[in-house]
């Protein structure tokens, strides 16, 4: 269930100023796992089970089979169990000016962006067909470890702590040149910081020298600075219909 909360606080400093304060919270915080029932002393949380074909079974004793007779033994998919925990935020400030015929705006906003997941793994079995699973004879057999286990190669464990934070301004301006016409123009800038890891528990591959660096703290590309918006519209109304 997502928690959210909005701040707003408005401050009229004269009839032709006001400056608008605003604070949001979103946070979502997901759990999904998929748990295999238990039957006749067999315990079947954490594994799966597939055949090398793809058509979905139902369940029955943590196995999945076909509803009626049929030939096609396809797989127990079990969920592996996600956890994702979000929060964004977001701190919005702006000011509105009416000076003569200009009707000015600005504003500033930052956006902080915190995720923490983890992805806990399990046992795959892979058999060829559904003689292959009554005969017990997998094809494959894949071992698949959580992520937030302590990594050989990094020796760091626990949920992956993701950053990104958003910055945001603007400025327009609305010219009443004459009472029919009106002139809008603005800029606008965002920079969006690159995703990081905060306890840098990464296993970078690089590239161009085809080799593996742990705890890698450089970025993970590259971000343009230079994001700017013009904005510019011209509006008129005509007289007397014409």
Same mark, same amino acid.
Not at 107 to 118: D, F, H, K, S, T
């Given at each position: 269930?997502?928690?959210?909360?909005?701040?707003?606080?408005?401050h009229?400093?004269?009839?032709?100023?006001?400056?608008?304060?605003?604070?949001?919270?979103?946070?979502?915080k997901?759990?999904?796992?998929?748990?295999?029932?238990?039957?006749?002393?067999?315990?079947?949380?954490?594994?799966?089970i597939?055949?090398?074909?793809?058509?979905?079974?139902?369940?029955?004793?943590?196995?999945?089979?076909?509803?009626?007779?049929?030939?096609?033994?396809?797989?127990?998919q079990?969920?592996?169990?996600?956890?994702?925990?979000?929060?964004?935020?977001r701190?919005?400030?702006?000011?509105?000016?009416?000076?003569?015929?200009?009707s000015?705006?600005?504003?500033?906003?930052?956006?902080?962006?915190?995720?923490?997941?983890?992805i806990?793994?399990?046992?795959?079995y892979?058999?060829?067909?559904?003689?292959?699973?009554?005969?017990?004879?997998?094809?494959?057999?894949?071992?698949?470890g959580n992520?937030n286990?302590?990594?050989?190669?990094?020796?760091?464990?626990g949920?992956?702590?993701?950053?990104?934070t958003?910055y945001i301004?603007?400025?327009?301006d609305?010219?009443?040149?004459?009472?029919?016409?009106?002139? @809008?123009?603005?800029?606008r800038?965002?920079?969006? @910081?690159?995703?990081?890891?905060?306890?840098?528990?990464?296993?970078?591959?690089?590239v161009?020298?085809?080799?593996?660096?742990?705890?890698?703290?450089?970025?993970?590309?590259t971000?343009?600075t230079?994001?700017?918006?013009?904005?510019?519209?011209?509006?008129?109304s005509?007289?007397?219909?014409?």
């Amino acid at each position: 269930m997502p928690q959210n909360a909005v701040l707003n606080y408005t401050h009229i400093f004269s009839p032709t100023l006001v400056n608008e304060a605003k604070f949001g919270l979103n946070a979502s915080k997901t759990r999904v796992s998929g748990l295999a029932p238990v039957g006749s002393g067999v315990n079947l949380d954490g594994v799966s089970i597939r055949s090398q074909r793809d058509v979905v079974i139902g369940w029955q004793l943590g196995i999945r089979f076909a509803d009626g007779p049929s030939q096609d033994f396809d797989r127990l998919q079990r969920q592996i169990r996600a956890v994702y925990k979000t929060t964004r935020c977001r701190s919005f400030d702006s000011v509105n000016w009416i000076h003569g015929n200009h009707s000015f705006k600005a504003g500033v906003e930052v956006r902080p962006l915190r995720i923490e997941n983890a992805i806990l793994g399990g046992i795959t079995y892979t058999f060829p067909s559904i003689q292959g699973f009554l005969a017990d004879t997998p094809s494959q057999i894949a071992i698949n470890g959580n992520t937030n286990d302590v990594s050989p190669w990094t020796g760091k464990g626990g949920y992956f702590h993701m950053r990104q934070t958003f910055y945001i301004g603007y400025a327009q301006d609305e010219w009443k040149i004459r009472p029919n016409v009106t002139l @809008s123009y603005g800029l606008r800038y965002e920079y969006y @910081s690159p995703l990081h890891e905060d306890n840098n528990k990464v296993l970078w591959f690089d590239v161009p020298t085809g080799t593996l660096i742990p705890n890698y703290t450089g970025d993970w590309y590259t971000m343009k600075t230079d994001n700017l918006g013009p904005r510019v519209g011209l509006s008129w109304s005509p007289r007397d219909g014409r």
